[in-house]
């Protein structure tokens, strides 16, 4: 059944616009031009989520935002605001808002927003339901599982599960460890929501590319005019995140400059945003992740110990995939569910060669390759069942012990080329090299970037373009 969205927007055009680009997209959508109107259709129709204009001439988005959380609230809002509308952010989050998305529009940033609104109000639903058939009642559920990670059944997931459980409603300061791409963010995510601040904001923030110069800015905001190209009055992220929660991951690439002037506003719990003599009282819960020894770091003088332990209240470690056994065909079934969505497939599952390629392999990229994997092979299988030919090679020397998938594999292996024009061949070559030096380099980016001697921001649209972003 297609997903319903109601665009409120008084500039028609733009409504328009809005409406035949989702359309395309698989949704059925209908179009509001006031707020009056708005409510008029949602008396009459159940929506799924509603994509709403701050600015309306007969009300504005956070009315409606106000009155669709009181009358329909299992309906997903997204406020579109311009950048003079940014100081709302966080009031609007804080009401019940999904997310917000600032002008100029693009439509890959609304598509993607409004997936992950559809997704997490999927998970809750979910959730809810499996809650009432246990108890028999509509309270809320003892824990909520963030939509993209995912609960695994071995030792190590249960070992995660119930240090989630154990810290999230305390007010603890965490750092999370693990290796790239074992889903620390998603621990953060449902960390949050089983926190006391579920219903505040979640803000997110890589670190791992921040400079001297942009530090301040990202971290603390600024004001209109406090430096040059300083146009318009930027929001910094822990003002975003007052009353809710801040993740910063990668925090041991920051420079030990950065770290100082983080560490002030932790220990004091206020900023000031640049330009401003004003102060702003911070109550904001800190979670940061690292794939770094930061004990080891700070050894070498590349990390405050000062700062480590206002991070350091609780510490969970990630397990890698290859911790958790066969955990891995859990996730892969998941993935694939996900990837049948997005390709509009129904693929029903893998080969018994594919199954074992995946309990051999040893996933140095953990989940998020698991998942990149999934939907190249998904976007490549044509039939029911995922099989060894469509295999990337850098796995195929993990297929053991099946015969026919491993004749599909040499076949594969053997004659893969003659049908291969040169653009292909290039685009294979340049996927096997990024792939081979961020496996070696644990998948982290930034000394990815290094090393293939290009800068952070190319080095993601290239693994966004080759389906290995995450």
């Not at 991951?249 to 000031?272: F, H, M, P």
């Not at 290859?322 to 997005?342: C, H, P, S, W």
């Amino acid at each position: 059944m297609k997903k319903k969205i109601l665009i409120v927007d008084d500039e028609v055009n733009i409504g328009l616009l809005l409406s035949k680009f989702l359309t395309r997209d698989g949704f059925e959508v209908a179009n509001a031009v006031s707020g009056a109107s708005a409510m008029k259709i949602l008396a009459e129709e159940t929506f799924d989520l509603i994509l709403c204009d701050y600015r309306l001439h007969d009300t504005d988005g956070r009315e409606i935002l106000i009155k669709v959380k009181e009358d329909y609230p299992s309906t997903s809002v997204i406020i579109i605001t311009g950048y003079s509308d940014i100081k709302l952010a966080v009031e609007l989050i804080k009401l019940g808002a999904y997310d917000y998305i600032t002008k100029p529009l693009y439509p890959d940033e609304i598509l993607d927003t409004i997936k992950k609104a559809l997704a997490a109000q999927k998970t809750l639903k979910k959730i809810k339901s499996s809650t009432e058939r246990r108890t028999g009642t509509d309270r809320e559920p003892d824990y909520v599982n963030y939509g993209e990670y995912i609960d695994g059944e071995s030792d190590a997931s249960a070992k995660l599960f119930k240090q989630i459980q154990l810290i999230a409603p305390t007010s603890y300061s965490i750092i999370l460890t693990g290796k790239s791409g074992t889903g620390k963010e998603c621990v953060a995510k449902s960390i949050h929501l089983n926190s006391l601040r579920r219903d505040r904001p979640f803000v997110a923030m890589d670190c791992g590319s921040l400079t001297k110069e942009l530090a301040g800015s990202e971290f603390f905001g600024h004001e209109k005019g406090a430096f040059t190209g300083a146009l318009f009055t930027k929001i910094g992220h822990f003002e975003l995140a007052n009353g809710g929660t801040i993740f910063l991951d990668e925090i041991g690439n920051l420079s030990y400059e950065i770290q100082a002037t983080l560490l002030r506003a932790v220990q004091e719990r206020k900023i000031k945003r640049i330009g401003s003599t004003k102060e702003i009282e911070l109550d904001v819960r800190i979670i940061v992740a690292t794939n770094e020894d930061l004990a080891i770091n700070i050894d070498k003088g590349t990390f405050r110990e000062d700062l480590f332990h206002r991070f350091n209240e609780f510490s969970i470690h990630i397990p890698s995939l290859k911790e958790r056994g066969n955990d891995v065909l859990i996730f892969a079934n998941q993935f694939l569910t996900v990837a049948n969505t997005e390709l509009n497939k129904k693929i029903k599952g893998f080969s018994e060669g594919v199954k074992k390629c995946f309990l051999n392999y040893g996933w140095p990229g953990n989940v998020r390759e698991l998942r990149n994997v999934v939907r190249r092979l998904a976007l490549l299988t044509d039939g029911n069942e995922i099989q060894v030919d469509v295999l990337p090679l850098e796995l195929l020397n993990y297929v053991k012990d099946y015969t026919t998938d491993k004749s599909l594999a040499q076949t594969k292996t053997e004659g893969k080329d003659k049908r291969v024009d040169l653009k292909n061949a290039a685009q294979e070559a340049e996927y096997n090299a990024i792939l081979n030096v961020l496996m070696k380099v644990n998948f982290n980016k930034t000394k990815a970037a290094q090393i293939l001697k290009i800068d952070r921001k190319t080095l993601y649209n290239k693994m966004k373009a080759i389906k290995l972003d995450g």
